[in-house]
């Protein structure tokens, strides 16, 4: 069994830098519709729309860059992490398998989700065999995740035209459907993040203490392997003494 927490510990890096780069992008998004309509027909508000659409660009150049140190990080963990876990007890998927599984384009964002609850079941139960869980799982969050994913999905595939109920609202306040459509998500790419930064904390500080257990174990086996070799030459000086 081998130490996963740095590689834990750089995965839950890059995905703060997502975060905050998400933040900055749902930010220039907020500030470029005020200033739209704030300053529509105004010389600055032309300017100020080339200043938000350079800052996008970097942003989203930002986001580029910082997903791929990510994908690159979280591979490298989750292939040590299922491997570890097998030394322990069975999983569903092994772990180049898991690997592929996840790097399928687009598909293999929904599988991570079979994948990582799988993980969380069987550390979980190997962990309450054991006597050693302390915290369970937020399973809930991980749940809430998918939802959040799933309802991206939904409403970049809608047509903003087609809102049910809330185009009345749209209408009776005169809002620009599309701007709203894009607010929710925006606001969504924010919350997914989060929930996922949430449920990984909790899986990598679980694994933390199972390698935990795990070394003192060795340690402890280790110190009784040299107690006994030295009794065991102690032993022998006294039976050639005696001889």
């Known amino acids: 069994m081998q130490d996963n927490t740095k590689r ?7 995905m703060k830098v997502i975060f905050i780069l998400f933040v900055a992008f749902w ?3 907020v500030f470029m519709v005020m200033g739209v309509y704030l300053l529509f027909g105004d010389l600055l508000a032309v300017f100020s729309g080339m200043l938000f659409m350079v800052f996008a660009f970097c942003i989203c150049a930002g986001i580029f860059m910082s997903l791929v140190a990510f994908c690159i990080s979280y591979l490298s963990w ?4 299922i491997s570890n876990l097998r030394l322990l007890t069975t999983t569903s998927f092994s772990p180049m398998g898991a690997v592929l599984l ?4 687009f598909v293999g964002y929904f599988l991570n989700y079979f994948i990582f609850s799988d993980m969380v079941k069987r550390q979980e139960g190997y962990m309450q065999l054991r006597g050693i869980l302390k915290e369970r799982f937020p399973k809930r969050i991980l ?6 994913s799933l309802l991206l999905l939904v409403l970049v595939f809608m047509d903003p035209n087609q809102l049910g109920f809330l185009t009345v609202v749209f209408t009776t306040f005169d809002i620009d ?26 899986y ?5 203490e199972i390698f935990r257990i795990h070394t003192e174990e060795l340690f402890n086996k280790h110190v009784e392997e040299i107690i006994r ?14 001889q």
Not at 8 to 14: E, G, K, L, Y
């Open 8 to 14: 834990a510990d750089r995965v839950i890096f890059w």
């Open 27 to 29: 930010l220039q998004f």
């Open 78 to 81: 989750l292939h040590r992490a």
């Open 102 to 105: 996840t790097c399928i384009p």
């Open 143 to 148: 749940n809430a995740w998918m939802i959040a």
């Open 177 to 202: 459907r599309g701007i709203v459509f894009e607010f929710l998500e925006k606001t969504l790419i924010l919350v997914i993040p989060i929930l996922y930064i949430m449920s990984f904390s909790a």
């Open 204 to 208: 990598a500080k679980q694994e933390r």
């Open 229 to 242: 070799e030295r009794e065991i030459i102690r032993a022998a000086e006294k039976l050639r003494e005696k």
